[in-house]
């Protein structure tokens, strides 16, 4: 595992990692969330979620994980939430931390209209998308913090693909409530054509990149694997230029690889093994009280 990007930007560099289960699971309490949204018509819709929190826990920190969106349209609906039982739950819940996840407008059982499309590749809009990904988990946030038993302040944002891609994109709108934002694996356009390795437009991805750097307060830590087949190596490195030569925050690494394709890291079986230090690190960093 290697840091990457740090002889141009002075990034971190990871020079060693172990993998931290920090003792037994915790007891896990789950609760069913429905968050209120209203989509761009003013019709209101329920998000479905979860909150996962450990019982004997006072008050615990938040982490809102966002989840990402599948290339076919048609998967969309029959899309789920990881457990409470899960790997990446859990790697949290022993943490300490509360976990909410939420599926957005237009997904699983939440339904509705699916308000983050790009339109196109001929006139793909990534800023656009990107701000209406994070308009939502802006709402998830507000519903979150108002919770009981848990801390409304310094929360943690993850977000993977396209809720990487609306995580890096929420840095650059009013986010009172958050200390710290994780992109794993964000981006829009990948796989064009049904082909890995191929993105629709990514200069406009890049470009956006740059736009949402230039009002985004919170450093934030981006981690691709060197083998994601949607947003590879080459992409990932203007983005990540961009963002910094903006006057973004970003600490940033890429794993040499996971499995078959990096870009299933955050949820794939041992994951965590790899991008756990890179968190834990991180979050000692930047998660206290905003």
């Known amino acids: 595992m290697r840091g ?10 990871l020079v ?32 479905q979620g979860r909150i996962c929190r450990p019982a ?33 739950v859990s790697w949290f819940t022993a943490r300490h931390y509360a976990v909410v996840l939420v599926l957005r407008l237009g997904y699983g059982a ?4 699916w308000t983050e499309s790009y339109a196109g590749c001929n006139d793909a809009d990534y800023y656009k998308a990107g701000l209406e990904t994070a308009r939502q988990i802006g709402v998830i946030v507000d519903y979150a913090v108002t919770l009981p038993h848990v801390d409304p302040n310094g929360v943690i944002v993850v977000g993977q693909s396209a809720g990487g891609w609306g995580t890096i994109a929420y840095n ?23 082909q890995p390795d191929s993105n629709c437009k990514s200069e406009q991805l890049v470009d956006a990149t740059a736009k949402f750097a230039k009002t985004s307060p919170t450093p934030m830590l981006w981690i691709y694997a060197g083998n994601d087949s949607y947003f590879n190596p080459h992409l990932v490195d203007d983005m990540a230029k961009a963002f910094v030569g903006a006057g973004g925050k970003l600490q940033a690494y890429r794993p ?35």
Request: aromatic share 6%; with cysteine.
């Open 172 to 194: 650059s709108v009013p986010h009172p409530h958050v200390a710290a934002l994780i992109n794993m694996a964000g981006g829009r356009g990948g796989h064009y054509h049904d």
């Open 4 to 13: 990457f990007l740090a002889a141009i930007l002075g990034l971190g560099v």
């Open 16 to 47: 060693s990692a172990s993998y931290d289960a920090r003792g037994a699971t915790p007891h896990v309490v789950e609760q069913r969330l429905q968050v209120p949204i209203d989509d761009a018509s003013g019709q209101h819709w329920q998000m």
């Open 256 to 290: 040499d690889s996971y499995g078959t394709d990096g870009h299933k890291l955050f949820f794939g079986r041992d994951g965590s093994r790899i991008w756990g230090p890179l968190v834990d690190a991180y979050l000692a960093a930047n998660s206290g009280p905003k």
């Open 56 to 88: 004997d826990v006072d008050a615990p920190k938040l982490v809102i994980i966002n989840h990402g969106s599948p290339p076919k349209a048609s998967d969309r609906p029959g899309m789920t939430l990881a457990g409470c039982d899960s790997e990446v």
């Open 110 to 113: 939440t339904g509705g209209p």
